[in-house]
């Protein structure tokens, strides 16, 4: 199969799904679920269906200053761009960064361009987002941009069963209000909010904490997850948001 065949396929894929036209019965999807560990700033390793997936490893500088490391050996690393708190190589596995269809481990990885601020990428250039499934969940991963959604990013992300979003706001990620936009337009079934301002945080971080965020989505459950937790499917209408530690 080529490979432009293959992102068609996943066009049309992505389309009615965000059409709710797409019925999906495989047995990845029957057996659901995966185990998500959070190592802080916008860097979450998710496992399932034999599969690792790491988001954005960093290296310990700027807002992520005191932070451990991901330093683990994985299947996949999807990093938002290679800036270093944000897609420093000090994982292993097949480093994915730039936009494109990709097919590893029988997974369908597809990422795609978004400024990576709020002036068309003239500052800070651009980030990619990205979105797969695994363990039968839509993953979307948007941790590293600033932009807005055009048409046909969302066509493409579809309805994700776990959006991981920043939500700190600064110069190059989304801020509260702007991941709020961006949440109502996804109408996701899981949020995880990453690329805020803690506790740990150093005074000089210009992100923002998490609670404004919250306080724009007063019909969502909050669920305090800890650093590690197991999530399946959410199949009821409420809005499920996952703060890890």
Sequence with gaps: ????????QFRVRSFLAALGLLIISSPQVLAGGVEITNFGHSSLLIKGAG???????????????????????????LASSELADEGAKVAKGV??????????????IEGFTVPHDRLGGRR?????????????????????????????????LGRPDVLVIAVGGGDKVYNYKEAAQI??????????????????????????????FLDLMPEAKIIESGKISNLSKNNSNKLIINLFE
């Design 1 to 8: 199969m080529s490979a432009q065949m293959t992102k068609l």
């Design 183 to 212: 949440v109502r337009e996804l109408n996701p079934r899981r949020v995880i909010p990453v690329q805020y301002s803690t506790k740990q945080s150093p005074l000089d971080c210009n992100l923002n904490g998490v609670k404004p």
């Design 124 to 156: 800070f250039g651009f980030g990619t987002i990205w979105q797969w499934e695994q363990a039968g969940l839509n993953f979307a991963h948007l941790g590293g941009v600033a932009a807005p959604l055009g048409v046909e990013e969302k066509i493409l």
């Design 51 to 77: 599969r690792s997936i790491l988001l954005n490893p960093f290296k310990a500088v700027g807002c992520a200053t005191g932070l451990k490391e991901p330093k683990l050996k994985v299947d996949v690393i």
């Design 95 to 108: 480093f994915l960064v730039n936009p494109g269809s990709y097919r590893i481990r029988n997974m369908q």
